[in-house]
């Protein structure tokens, strides 16, 4: 499939890396300390290329994100090999809107009784967030001490797949809890949304500049 590197980077982001399929749900990316990384995530068109292929229809389907849905290699070829009408493009259509949604409103509905509460909540997904950061991204010993190492790669997964993801969890739980926040707390939240924000969208279309992470965040949430 011959998609934009923005329309890519947006299907698997969205769908953080998961099969699309309700009843699957299989973790695309598959990391070998040996070999370096590789995923298994399959860009399987709605509407296919072909007016004969599945789902076909006059004209075909483009290669875009609109008409991408992010599968297992299974899910895809079992979905492409099963009789006509079996898999429609409006289901398919269904189950990834479905899934996006359950994606980006993870932690929404969760409700704590105290401050330290949401924080220890925080807390744990900004560790993962470190830890990624610090074992991959550009400041990291990897990238510093060896240029040449495909970990870049890696890093570009696991900011679609991790940190996208948690940062979208971190903001929906302090919006489902804001009552516990003072004002001082609430003007970090803003910071660090400010900042998650921007930041998915230059993994997207690269901005000329974006919000960097807000250390003051860290010291007002981290326990």
């Given at each position: ?79 492409d090999k099963s009789p006509e009408g079996t898999f429609t ?27 330290e509460e949401l924080k220890e909540a925080a807390t744990n ?28 790669l890696l890093w570009g997964i696991r900011k679609m797949d ?62």
């Amino acid at each position: 499939m011959a998609m934009s590197d923005s329309d890519v980077k947006l299907l698997w982001g969205r769908a953080a890396g998961i099969c699309s399929n309700p009843g699957c749900r299989a973790d695309l990316t598959k990391v070998l300390i040996e070999t370096g990384n590789y995923n298994v995530g399959e860009m399987a068109h709605i509407i296919p290329h072909s007016e004969k292929g599945p789902r076909g229809i006059e004209g075909g389907g483009s290669d875009t994100y609109d008409n991408s849905i992010l599968l297992c290699p299974t899910c895809h070829r079992h979905i492409d090999k099963s009789p006509e009408g079996t898999f429609t493009s409006e289901q398919l259509h269904e189950w990834k809107n479905s899934h996006e949604t359950a994606i980006r409103t993870l932690n929404s509905q969760v409700k704590f009784e105290s401050i330290e509460e949401l924080k220890e909540a925080a807390t744990n997904l900004l560790l993962e967030n470190h830890i990624v950061w610090k074992e991959l991204g550009p400041q990291s010993d990897v990238a510093i001490n060896d240029p040449g190492s495909n970990a870049y790669l890696l890093w570009g997964i696991r900011k679609m797949d991790t940190i996208i993801p948690n940062n979208q969890k971190i903001i929906n739980m302090i919006e489902a809890n804001i009552n516990l926040l003072d004002s001082k707390l609430y003007r970090e939240f803003l910071l660090f949304k400010n900042h998650a924000v921007s930041f998915e969208a230059n993994q997207y279309a690269r901005l000329d500049t974006y919000s960097l992470f807000p250390a003051s965040f860290s010291e007002a949430f981290l326990i």
